[in-house]
Antibody, heavy 120, light 110 residues
Framework: EVQLVESGGGLVQPGGSLRLSCAAS????????MHWVRQAPGKGLVWVSR????????TYADSVKGRFTISRDHAKNTLYLQMNSLRAEDTAVYYC?????????????WGQGTLVTVSS | QSALTQPASVSGSPGQSITISCTGT?????????VSWYQQHPGKAPKLVIS???KRPSGVSDRFSGSKSGNTASLTISGLQADDEADYYC??????????FGGGTKLTVL
């Protein structure tokens, strides 16, 4: 069974850093594109970042480019999102999600999300 | 990376059909057949219901269908059921090799 479990969220001051983790099971990260998507409280979904199956290509939303870094550890089958220079507007539930295994550009599995709150 | 445009809300009675539109530009919706739709119930993670404009994942009811014309994609739900009441989001791949979501549409089943 495919499972994605995020961790690492919490309260951080503006300008601070946080690293989110997403432990994958039931499939191999190295064979899947992976995404981070966030949702501010009461707001809509916002795509944040993506890494390809080989780990050789990453892309970011303009709002986080230069501040966030997506990466993964094949040995731990874990996806990461390093978030630096955090701002109040980064406050959201962060979901990790798997690119559709059937090869479409959709996302077929989502984690339960981890809440990041940026506040002084 | 402006969000795709969706109506804020739509409604329909049980058994009826509704359609949610998603308007973008030639840099996203109009440029690729890579539009997906997600259903999200309150407090839950999103669920993929349509990918690549019209492809329905295994396990998704055939009451859900997708289409696209020019820069506008559409999700149609036929035979509305109470459990269809949720937020729906469209998503598209873009010329910048990024993805962009729509603002979301709240579906109310009357």
């Amino acid at each position: 069974e495919v499972q994605l479990v995020e961790s690492g969220g919490g309260l951080v001051q503006p300008g601070g850093s946080l690293r989110l983790s997403c432990a994958a099971s039931g499939f191999t990260l190295s064979k899947s594109w992976m995404h981070w998507v966030r949702q501010a409280p009461g707001k809509g979904l916002v795509w944040v970042s993506r890494i390809n199956s080989a780990g050789t290509s990453t892309t970011y939303a303009d709002s986080v480019k230069g501040r966030f870094t997506i990466s993964r550890d094949h040995a731990k089958n874990t996806l990461y999102l390093q978030m630096n220079s955090l701002r109040a507007e980064d406050t959201a539930v962060y979901y990790c999600a798997r690119g559709d295994a059937s090869g479409t550009y959709g996302v077929d599995y989502w984690g339960q999300g981890t809440l990041v709150t940026v506040s002084s | 990376q402006s969000a795709l445009t969706q109506p804020a809300s739509v409604s329909g009675s049980p058994g009826q059909s509704i359609t949610i539109s998603c308007t973008g530009t030639s840099s996203n919706v109009g440029g690729y057949d890579y539009v997906s739709w997600y259903q999200q119930h309150p407090g839950k993670a999103p669920k993929l219901v349509i990918s690549d404009v019209y492809k329905r994942p295994s396990g998704v009811s055939d009451r859900f269908s997708g289409s696209k014309s020019g820069n506008t994609a559409s999700l149609t739900i036929s035979g509305l059921q109470a459990d269809d009441e949720a937020d729906y989001y469209c998503n598209s791949f873009t010329t910048s090799s990024t993805w962009v979501f729509g603002g979301g549409t709240k579906l109310t089943v009357l």
